[in-house]
């Protein structure tokens, strides 16, 4: 049981380390590399949940809509609309062909928006 209890610190831990990476990102102008690490968070906090819901090691899956499934959150059309949204932060941050066009995308005002937006569901995922 200990075991899990240190699995779960990790990626609750993890997840706040990189939600504050992400905001000083935005603050940085760094606006893609925010966008992928607001998805490192969620996905962290999501495996966390996961360990601690079913006591087993967490899916190997960077899908975010699926690993709230898993740790039995309910969610609203607009969360898993939000989810589904951000898990293409994840595949745009990670591969080159994908970067630029991303890049372009990822505006302050853009970023702006899903940085509140996911700081507001992670503190919902957190409440619940």
Known sequence: MQYIQKHIAFWKES???????????YKTRHFDAC??????????YLKARVIQRTSTAAPFTHDLVVLARVAHFTLTNEQ??????VNSFN???RYDDYKLQFHKKATQAYTKKYLGNIDALYLWLRQH
Request: proline content about 0%; charged content about 30%.
């Open 15 to 25: 997840a706040e380390r990189n939600l504050k990476t992400a905001k000083d990102l």
């Open 35 to 44: 966008l992928f690490f607001c998805h490192l968070t969620l996905e962290k």
């Open 80 to 85: 898993e609309t939000l989810l589904r949204t």
């Open 91 to 93: 595949i745009s941050g």
